[in-house]
């Protein structure tokens, strides 16, 4: 069988007595100070719907939607009998099991909110949500890898498989990889469209892409991606992560189908 030596990179970057810094946090803090500075810049140019300062108010929103949105959606989504069963454990927040498509869910409400709160186009407040947030998955995704966790499928004739600590002698696909990629290409390809003048002025479509991108990009990678062991495959012999990225898909094309261009100022 080929497979590649995992690199055994040690998830604590460094600790002080009970005090440690791990990879996936600074995975989360870089992705988050990232997003923030690219969205302050982007709101500088037309149609500079917001100003710096409001960026900085929303991202503290958007910081409790995801943080909300991603511990909520994980126990609703993969373990609800579980923690049905002793509720308290949802407040354990430091033992994992967060949720992407929760965090988006959570960030969707903060959107709304905070839109209302300074009375801006929810659809502008979206798109630059889309254009920054895949800085942060790229990252959370690199630091997944780093930590040994949720690696791929069997691939015993793959090249690049790996070995991964915990995972069973057999080589795996490095999904988490796959999946870096993938989500960090969606950094460019917002980029480039943003910078057409045209779709900046028609919030939406910005959104549009993101959704559909990563809804795609997610459905491709879990052929590749081991299921969670405690749920496995569902019907059909779907994942639950491509069964909650095909409403994304089709909420992206809503998105772009709906764009309208911004009415001029009175």
């Not at 005090?19 to 996936?24: D, G, L, P, T």
């Not at 791929?152 to 600590?165: L, S, T």
């Not at 991606?225 to 898909?249: C, H, I, K, N, W």
């Amino acid at each position: 069988m080929l497979a590649i030596a995992f690199p055994a990179i040690d998830p604590v970057i460094f600790e002080i007595g009970p005090f440690a810094i791990r990879w996936y946090a600074l995975a989360y803090i870089a992705g988050l100070f990232a997003a923030f500075w690219y969205a302050r810049w982007m709101v500088k140019h037309p149609p500079a719907l917001m100003t710096p300062m409001q960026v900085d108010d929303f991202f503290l929103w958007a910081m409790g939607g995801v943080i909300l949105g991603g511990r909520l959606g994980y126990v609703l989504f993969y373990k609800p009998l579980e923690y049905l069963d002793q509720p308290l454990n949802i407040l354990k927040t430091w033992e994992g099991g967060m949720s992407f498509h929760g965090g988006l869910l959570g960030v969707v409400f903060a959107i709304i909110l905070y839109a209302r709160h300074i009375r801006v186009d929810k659809w502008y407040l979206a798109d630059l949500a889309a254009c920054t947030s895949p800085i942060g998955l790229a990252l959370g995704r690199l630091a997944n890898f780093v930590n040994g966790e949720l690696w791929g499928r069997v691939a015993p004739d793959v090249p690049w498989a790996m070995v991964f600590p915990g995972a069973g002698p057999e080589p795996r696909h490095p999904s988490q990889l796959y999946q870096a990629v993938l989500e960090g290409s969606l950094i460019v390809i917002a980029y480039l469209l943003w910078r057409n003048e045209k779709i900046r002025n028609r919030p939406g479509i910005l959104t549009g892409v993101f959704w559909i991108g990563y809804g795609t990009f997610r459905i491709v990678v879990e052929f590749y991606r081991e299921p969670d062991a405690y749920l496995g495959f569902l019907m059909g012999g779907a994942t639950m992560g491509q069964s909650l990225s095909v409403p994304m898909v089709l909420f992206g094309i809503y998105s772009i189908w709906r764009a309208r261009p911004i009415a001029p100022a009175a």
